[in-house]
């Protein structure tokens, strides 16, 4: 789990660090007991690996920003950029992350649900206070690692939000992981692209539409003879996959 704390004041970043340190704790002793009352054996992982980054100001850590963060704590007061436009511009890159402003002015809060915020956090919050926004953020980050997928891309390890994958392209060995304000360029196969999503359990969201396309059945917006609608883009359909794409996009909306 991937934390990142961007507070321009030390004694607030540490007291957020605190607090993230204190939940882990207690989710552990949770799990820990949970193991112990005769739970399932999927119940008794209590070892949660985490890390925590700080930032000091939001342009290092845009300019630094990685598809592996999970949460976001974010001060709205700090030089530069205020926390608000921070998070303005992560969300043109990262429609989903779970975000928490931190704050010692709570007529900022409402500005929140403008960049789809978990919430805020008035300073100096209580542990109580903070465990009810990081339990949250915990379940979407969690949510969010089962629905993601891990690329090895340009040297590092990206991951893709599968809501943000319109298609997947390849081109002899490159595939080019198409998305919704972004492209991510790998190099891999077809066919290791399709083992990949059917390990996740990912691959009924996605149909291949040609021998070098496959659609994420989620974004089809129209399909009108050999050409299948994503977004504003038309991709071809070919005769062979036809009818197997039209039956996979039945059964994903349910019909």
């Known amino acids: 789990m991937n934390i990142v704390i961007v507070d321009d004041d030390n004694t607030d970043a540490m007291h957020t660090e605190t607090m993230v ?81 931190t704050t010692r002015l709570a007529q ?13 956090l008035v300073k100096p919050f209580s542990q109580q206070a903070f465990d009810i926004k990081m339990r949250k953020m915990f379940t979407i980050a969690t949510r969010r690692k089962s629905r993601s997928l891990l690329v090895a891309a340009e040297g590092k390890v990206q991951r893709i939000d599968i809501r943000e994958i319109l298609y997947i392209e390849v081109n002899r060995h490159e595939v080019t992981y198409h998305c919704s304000t972004f492209e ?4 891999s196969s077809l066919k290791d692209v399709i083992a990949m999503l059917e390990r996740e359990n990912l691959l009924s969201s996605f149909s291949q539409a040609n021998r070098y396309s496959i659609i994420n059945l989620d974004h089809v917006s129209a399909v009108q ?13 070919s005769r062979g996959r036809r009818k197997q794409f039209m039956m996979d996009l039945a059964h994903y909306f349910g019909s």
């Not at 989710?27 to 949660?48: A, C, V, W, Y």
């Open 21 to 101: 340190n204190n939940f882990f704790t207690e989710l552990k002793q949770e799990r820990l007991s949970i193991s112990t009352s005769g739970m399932p054996e999927d119940s008794k992982d209590q070892e949660i690996h985490y890390r925590i980054d700080r930032y000091t100001n939001g342009e290092d850590f845009l300019h630094e920003y990685s598809s592996n963060t999970d949460m976001i704590f974010l001060d709205i007061e700090m030089p530069g950029m205020l926390g608000m436009e921070v998070a303005q511009t992560l969300r043109t890159v990262d429609a989903h992350v779970p975000v928490t402003f």
């Open 108 to 120: 900022y809060a409402a500005q929140g649900y403008d960049v789809d915020a978990v919430g805020y």
């Open 184 to 187: 991510v360029t790998s190099w």
């Open 225 to 237: 003879g050999e050409n299948v609608f994503v977004g504003k883009r038309s991709i071809t359909l």
